[in-house]
Structure formats: structure tokens, C-alpha cells
């Protein structure tokens, strides 16, 4: 099924979503790869704020190349979302709604996302061009000796992704494999 959703979104906005649907996303999502989830997790054990509230937003795994003149942001593709495993479940205890990223999460993040009843999309690999045609704005929030792993706020219109986890914990990549076995 397509959607369109405006991004933060609520716990019932995502109880709606099913693994399979095509989704395009508009309005505030926020990036942070592997240095800058170590950061927020350092941050959050002396007992300090994060840089932006998790709660009902979506990080997008990802890191820019320069943008090129007169654009906000250069290519904007998906990384490996396995990477941030083991930060994720404790960001969404704190409210993250959704994360956008490429390939399969653990069983922990499994649990956690079925637990606070959020949402994992996925991004297509190798389209950063195109996906950073739905980027209206990009600003760095924190972080920026971090370089392309700043954190940083995107503005987006029609951002398209994959929901590869609902919040029930139906997993794309593995229906879909049981899906091609019985074909």
C-alpha cells in the first residue's frame, strides 16, 4: 500500500503502517551514523539532554557527500542499519518513532520496536541522488567535528521509503523470503 505521512509521527500513526508498504515522507527527520550514536550514548549516560528529543522522530542512518551549488545536501543514501544495533533499542525506550537505514536489525531491535510501537523503513541503496531530491533543507545540529556524521535536521517532501518493520514486528526481509520459497 502507499502512504503519505508527516514526520514526527504518533505511536497510532505507526500502528497503521505494515511491513511491504511503500511510504513517502514529508516534514523533520534527523541523521546520526555509528560516531554520533556512540556520542548521544555517552551523553545520555553521564545523564545529560540529546542534541534533539527522540521522541515520535526518525532517524535516517546516513551520510551526505558535499552538496553540489545550489543544493542543500549532495547524495543522501541509506548505511547499514545494523551498525547502530546496539544504541537503538535504548533510543527507542526514549520515543524515536522510526529509523531509516538499509539491511536486516537484531532481535533486540526487534523487541524494542514491537515494545514502544515504532517503525523501520528502508531506503534504497545506491539512489542517494535521487533520495537527496526530497531533501529540502539540511542543517547540522551537533556534533559537526563529526564531519558527514553531524548530526544534522533534514527538511523533507515526499521522501520515499520502504517499511521494512512494523511495530508489530513483521519483518520484510523475512516474509519476503518465505514469500520467493513458496513461489
Known sequence: MERYLEVPFTKEAAAQLKAGDLVYLTGTIYTAR??????????????EALPFDPAGNVIYYMGPSPAREGRCIGSAGPTTASRMDRYTPKLLDLGLR??????????????????????????IGGAGALLSKSILQSEVIAYADLG???????????????????????DLYETAIEQYRKE
Open 34 to 47: 555509528d560516531a554520533a550514536h556512540k556520542r548521544m550514548q555517552e551523553t545520555l549516560d553521564r545523564g
Open 148 to 170: 558527514t556524521e553531524a548530526i544534522r535536521r533534514l527538511t523533507v517532501k515526499n521522501f520515499p521509503v520502504i517499511v521494512c518493520m512494523d511495530s508489530d514486528g513483521t
Open 98 to 123: 522510526g529509523m531509516i537505514g538499509k539491511g536486516r536489525r537484531s532481535a533486540a531491535v526487534k523487541d524494542a520496536v514491537k515494545r514502544n510501537g515504532a517503525v523501520y523503513f528502508a531506503a
